[in-house]
C-alpha cells in the first residue's frame, strides 16, 4: 500500500506554496503559485484553491485533511485571517470555513512558527522531546511552544508571541508592535543589519572592509553582509555578532526560567549564522537564567529550512482528536 500523505499549504505574501509529506516529515512533492495580496478575498482564495487543487492531483493516497499556514495575525481556533500587514486583501475572513465548504474535509489552520514548531517536533530536531521551545530568527522573530506534540495556543490563540517580550523597558521603541525593548528588533535580521548600520557610521576606519563588502554605502550593510563580513575575520562584524548572541542568551535564560523546556530549537534564516555563535550562547544563558540546570537544556539548529512553511503546514493534521495519537507514535 501507498504510504499516508499529508498536505501542507503555505500562503504568502507573494506565493501560495503546497506540498505533500509523508508520516516520516519527508516532502515528496511541492509546488508553488503566484498570489496577489492586494487583490480582491476571492481572488487570494481562488490562489489557495489552486495550490490545493495542485496537492490533491498529485497525491498517491487519499487526502482527508489539509493543513494552512499564513502571515498572522490570525484566529487558529476559529480560522479567521484577522488583518495581516501583508495580505491586505483578506480583513477578518474566514478562510477555513470558505475552504472546508469546497473541499469537504477538516482545515486546519495556524502561523509559520507555531507551525514550523510543530514540524521541528515531530519529525525535525526536536523529535523525542516532549516539550519543545522553537524560535525562528528571520526579517522578524516567530516563537512556538509545543507540549506533548500539541502547538500551545493560549486561552485565544494568541499565545508564544516571544518576539515581543520586552528585555529592556527603557529600550528604542523600533518594533512594529510599538512596544520598547522588543527582542524582535534586536535578533531579527533587520534588526542586526540596523545595528551594524549604526555602528558603521560611527566606526571610523574599522568600519571600512563592512562598508566596502556592501558595495562602498553604510546603507547597503544587510545582515547577509554582516554574516560574509565576518567569516572573514572583520572585528566590527564580529562585534555585532557577539552582541546578538549575548541577547539571544538572555532571551532564552527568560525562557527557560518561563518554560524549563526539554529542548530549545532555532530555526528561519538567520538561524545559520548564528549557529556559529551557539557555544557563545550555552555558556552564557546559566547568567540569565536561575535554573541552576540550564545549560543541561539543548540548543540546537532547526531540521526545516526553506521547507519549513509546508512540513509545518502539514504537520497541522496530526493536531486533531485522532492525530494527537498519530503524533504520539511517530
Same mark, same amino acid.
Given at each position: 500500500m501507498a504510504e499516508k500523505l499529508l498536505l501542507g499549504i503555505d500562503i504568502g505574501g507573494t506565493k501560495v506554496a503546497a506540498g505533500l509529506v509523508n508520516h516520516a516529515g519527508e516532502i515528496v512533492y511541492k509546488t508553488r503559485n503566484p498570489m496577489?495580496?492586494?487583490?480582491?478575498? &476571492?481572488?487570494?482564495?481562488?490562489?489557495?484553491?489552486?495550490?490545493?487543487?495542485?496537492?490533491?492531483?498529485?497525491?498517491?493516497?487519499p487526502i482527508d485533511s489539509i493543513g494552512l499556514i499564513s502571515p498572522g495575525p490570525l484566529d487558529p481556533k476559529t480560522g479567521i485571517i484577522l488583518n495581516p500587514p501583508n495580505l491586505p486583501c483578506w480583513r477578518n475572513y474566514h478562510l477555513v470555513q470558505r475552504l472546508a465548504e469546497a473541499y469537504k474535509m477538516?482545515?486546519?489552520?495556524?502561523?509559520?512558527?507555531?507551525?514550523?514548531?510543530?514540524?521541528?517536533?515531530?519529525?525535525?530536531?526536536?523529535?523525542?522531546?516532549?516539550?519543545?521551545?522553537?524560535?525562528?530568527?528571520?526579517?522578524?522573530v516567530g516563537t512556538g511552544i509545543i507540549f506533548n506534540g500539541r502547538v500551545?495556543?493560549?486561552?485565544?490563540?494568541?499565545?508564544? &508571541?516571544?518576539?515581543?517580550?520586552?528585555i529592556d523597558y527603557r529600550g528604542p521603541k523600533n518594533c512594529n508592535c510599538g512596544k520598547p525593548g522588543c527582542v524582535e528588533p534586536m535578533l531579527s535580521g533587520t534588526g542586526i543589519a540596523r545595528r551594524a548600520r549604526e555602528k558603521a557610521r560611527?566606526?571610523?576606519?574599522?568600519?571600512?572592509?563592512?562598508?566596502?563588502?556592501?558595495?562602498?554605502?553604510?546603507?547597503?550593510?544587510?545582515?547577509?553582509?554582516?554574516?560574509?563580513?565576518?567569516?572573514?575575520?572583520?572585528?566590527?562584524?564580529?562585534?555585532?555578532?557577539e552582541e546578538t548572541s549575548d541577547i539571544l542568551a538572555v532571551f532564552l535564560g527568560n525562557i527557560?526560567?518561563?518554560?524549563?523546556?526539554?529542548?530549545?530549537?532555532?530555526?528561519?534564516?538567520?538561524?545559520?549564522?548564528?549557529e556559529g555563535w551557539f557555544d557563545h550562547v550555552r555558556k552564557q544563558v546559566p547568567a540569565w537564567s536561575v535554573n541552576q540546570r540550564a545549560n543541561e537544556i539543548p540548543i540546537i539548529i532547526a531540521?526545516?529550512?526553506?521547507?519549513?512553511?509546508?512540513?509545518?503546514a502539514a504537520a497541522l493534521s496530526l493536531q486533531s482528536a485522532d492525530g494527537a495519537k498519530a503524533a504520539a507514535e511517530l
Open positions: 496577489n495580496p492586494r487583490g480582491t478575498a &476571492e481572488e487570494g482564495l481562488d490562489a489557495v484553491k489552486t495550490a490545493i487543487d495542485a496537492g490533491l492531483k498529485e497525491a498517491t493516497t477538516p482545515i486546519y489552520l495556524d502561523n509559520d512558527a507555531n507551525a514550523a514548531g510543530l514540524a521541528e517536533a515531530l519529525w525535525g530536531a526536536g523529535r523525542g522531546y516532549k516539550e519543545v521551545f522553537y524560535a525562528t530568527l528571520g526579517t522578524g500551545f495556543h493560549g486561552r485565544t490563540g494568541a499565545a508564544a &508571541e516571544g518576539g515581543h517580550l520586552t560611527g566606526a571610523g576606519s574599522i568600519a571600512q572592509p563592512l562598508i566596502d563588502l556592501a558595495g562602498g554605502s553604510v546603507d547597503n550593510i544587510t545582515g547577509e553582509v554582516v554574516g560574509k563580513a565576518w567569516r572573514a575575520g572583520d572585528p566590527l562584524a564580529t562585534e555585532i555578532l527557560i526560567d518561563l518554560l524549563e523546556p526539554e529542548v530549545i530549537v532555532i530555526g528561519g534564516g538567520v538561524s545559520e549564522l548564528m531540521k526545516y529550512r526553506a521547507d519549513a512553511g509546508v512540513a509545518g
